[in-house]
């Protein structure tokens, strides 16, 4: 999938990161060993919780399959068609209108997510894990963990365009940059995760207590890795997501 067409049109993955759930480890703590998506939308955190609408809404989907409510393996059918997706979709859009009053704050970037939970009341939401994560080194009692229907995966990578200069020099980068001990200080550095090797050989003790903590037991074995989207299919979820948002 990282060589496209077969033309030698390479993709290099270069970092990793998952999205799940963040809490306030002062103000409130999951009943079991891992927290769920379930903990954004409940009664009992109602007011207090964030999240981003169109992964939020996803996690909710996640949700419902695990406690019955939807069919296993619905969110991920959806990505099939355009009919399963505008079914399953349809579904999960009923239940978070349904329970929108108990969302407190919607973000869309990573200082969003950090002044919810240090600012704006948040008790529990559903965040990417790089900006809970610089919370809980930086001493804030603020935990991100891969919840129990298991954290959602993405991946970010380099690639170098058509008549780009200096191609010597990119080349050299790229050999730095995918070195154990460069891949282990920059995942000091951005609290990402890397792809390379060994690299969390070179990472601080600060680094290795975080990831064994947001990704306790069989975590890593139970991530959901984030579907291609067809432009349809991004399409069609923004119908959604919008009428979830002006309901």
């Known amino acids: 999938a990282w060589n496209f067409d077969g033309a030698g049109v390479h993709w290099l993955p270069h970092i990793w990161g998952t999205e799940g759930v963040a809490y306030r480890t002062d103000k409130w703590l999951p009943a079991g060993d891992a927290p769920s998506y379930g903990d954004v939308w409940s009664e009992e955190n109602a007011g207090k919780t ?17 406690s ?10 959806a ?12 579904k999960i859009t009923d239940w978070c209108m349904a329970r929108k009053d108990r969302i407190k ?20 939401g559903q965040t990417w894990d790089g900006p809970p994560l610089a ?19 993405w991946v970010d990578g380099m690639s170098m365009p058509v ?19 460069a891949a282990g200080k920059a995942i000091d550095s951005h609290g990402y995760n890397s792809p390379v090797l060994g690299a969390d050989t070179f990472s601080g003790d600060v ?41």
């Open 105 to 124: 704050l919607i973000w869309n970037d990573a200082d969003t997510q950090k002044n919810g939970l240090l600012n704006e009341g948040v008790v529990v």
């Open 68 to 77: 019955g409510a939807m069919e296993p393996g619905s969110v991920w059918a």
């Open 135 to 153: 919370l809980k080194a930086a001493g804030e009692p603020v935990h991100y963990q891969a919840p129990v229907e298991g954290a959602m995966a």
């Open 163 to 181: 008549g780009a200069k200096n191609e010597e020099q990119v080349y050299a980068f790229i050999d730095y940059a995918f070195g154990k001990e």
């Open 79 to 90: 990505y099939g068609d355009e009919d399963t997706m505008r079914d399953v979709w349809g």
């Open 207 to 247: 680094y290795k207590k975080n990831f064994a903590e947001a990704y306790p037991g069989d975590s890593l074995a139970n991530l959901n890795p984030w579907p291609a989207e067809a432009p349809w299919y991004a399409e069609v979820r923004t119908e959604f997501v919008n009428k979830f948002k002006s309901a």
């Open 50 to 66: 964030m999240g981003r609408a169109h992964s939020m809404m996803l996690g909710a989907g996640l949700y419902m399959e695990a």
